[in-house]
């Protein structure tokens, strides 16, 4: 027996406990969700081994195929929560004022000018305008939002 299939054999069934967590731990620093299937993995592997004294080769190639699976299933399952989102403008603040009406707390000159909503001041851009006209918000393009007069 070698010397690195006697460490593999010493470390046991709850290394893949250890590296499992470590792996969810780094799911925390790193972005996105990469990690969180492998240590899925991991702990679902060192929890097989502590029942099934298999060589550390099997535990190996079972690690792989369930990360492969996980890290399938878990993307279709992120994709489809991400695309049914009850409020889909939610990191969007100007898209959800397209459409609204509002009154220009700040007239447009030269194609600028400010309206503010709620408690936010916002840039417009559109036709010149006097301060207190309604305008109504057609599209967003940025912070800035494009308006049009209120017939």
């Given at each position: ?9 010493e ?8 590296v ?23 702990l ?13 080769q ?6 792989l ?16 929560a ?17 459409g ?19 408690d ?16 109504r ?15």
């Amino acid at each position: 027996m070698s010397v690195i299939e006697r460490i593999v054999a010493e470390l046991g069934p709850w290394t893949w406990h250890i590296v499992g967590l470590f792996l969810l731990g780094l799911e925390i620093l790193a972005p996105g969700s990469f990690f969180l299937w492998f240590g899925i993995s991991a702990l679902i592997v060192g929890t097989l081994a502590v029942f099934f004294d298999w060589a550390w080769q099997i535990n190996a190639l079972l690690f792989l195929a369930i990360a492969i699976v996980c890290l399938i299933v878990g993307r279709h399952y992120m994709k489809k929560a991400a695309a049914s989102s009850e409020d889909p403008q939610l990191n969007m603040r100007g898209a959800r004022y397209v459409g609204r009406e509002f009154e220009l707390s700040e007239g447009i000159e030269q194609g600028r000018g400010k309206v503010k909503i709620d408690d936010t001041i916002w840039r417009v851009s559109g036709p010149d305008l006097k301060t207190g006209s309604r305008v109504r918000v057609v599209n967003v393009e940025g912070a800035n939002l494009k308006v049009e007069p209120v017939d």
